[in-house]
């Protein structure tokens, strides 16, 4: 199966830790890849690969495998980092995408 | 600086056509994968089309299959994705976005995303 299952809501304490789950089959053979979105605003690349930030995202996000379970990490939560996270993967062909439904995170 | 700017939005009736660009600028187009990602408003993210640097390879999400065709014309730095067959459920922002890796004839993460195009499927 390629469907990815994230939770629809997550809370975190403003300073605190928070992890943010994707489970899928197809992580058991392939890194996900996380994205960021704001309300109104495109999405933007956050994690990718094996744990790899591209420049302008802060050191708090990480990302990590277990299984079939891929989690994103923030150590530290920030009032700015309030949004919606989505992760997706490809298949193991290469060439089909699938996101996971997506969780909103609020920072308290 | 990577721009991709989608136009070809609007509304157009069930069932009846319309053709997206995105055109490109700021990397070389023509080294890297691209693709469609569509949102409907409130709604999660659904991965719609993605094609290869060289065209080679193509892939279509089960929703779209048949219906919706991706191309690119790298001379142009452009790409495009021609919907066929609109339904009602087909309304979402399209946005294109651009694949992270180099040459690569598999699709990898998505790195750079237009602001997106609005597809309005009503009669």
């Known amino acids: 199966s390629s469907e990815l299952t994230q939770d629809p809501a997550v809370s975190v304490a403003l300073g605190q830790t928070v992890r943010i789950t994707c489970q899928g089959d197809?992580?058991?053979?392939?890194?996900p890849t996380w994205y960021r979105q704001k309300p109104g605003q495109a999405p933007v690349l956050v994690i990718y690969?094996?744990?790899n930030r591209p420049s302008g995202i802060p050191d708090r996000f990480s990302g990590s495998n277990s299984g079939n379970t891929a989690s994103l990490t923030i150590t530290g939560a920030q009032a700015e980092d309030e949004a919606d996270y989505y992760c997706n993967s490809r298949d193991n062909g290469g060439h089909l995408v699938v996101f996971g439904g997506g969780t909103k995170l609020t920072v308290l | 600086e990577v721009q991709l700017v989608e136009s070809g939005g609007g509304l157009v009736q069930p069932g009846r056509s319309l053709r997206l660009s995105c055109a490109a600028s700021?990397?070389?187009?023509?080294?890297?994968?691209m693709h469609w990602v569509r949102q409907a408003p409130g709604k999660g993210l659904e991965w719609v089309s993605g094609?290869?640097?060289?065209?080679?390879?193509?892939g279509y999400a089960d929703s779209v299959k048949g219906r919706f065709t991706i191309s690119r014309d790298n001379a142009k730095k452009s790409l495009f994705l021609q919907m066929n067959g609109l339904r009602v459920e087909d309304t979402a922002f399209y946005y294109c976005a651009k694949d992270i890796l180099v040459g690569s004839s598999r699709f990898s993460a998505l790195d750079y995303w237009g602001q997106g195009a609005l597809v309005t499927v009503s009669s």
């Open positions: 094609i290869t640097w060289n065209s080679d390879n193509v």
């Open positions: 690969g094996k744990n």
């Open positions: 197809s992580l058991r053979n392939t890194y």
């Open positions: 700021g990397f070389p187009f023509d080294d890297y994968a």
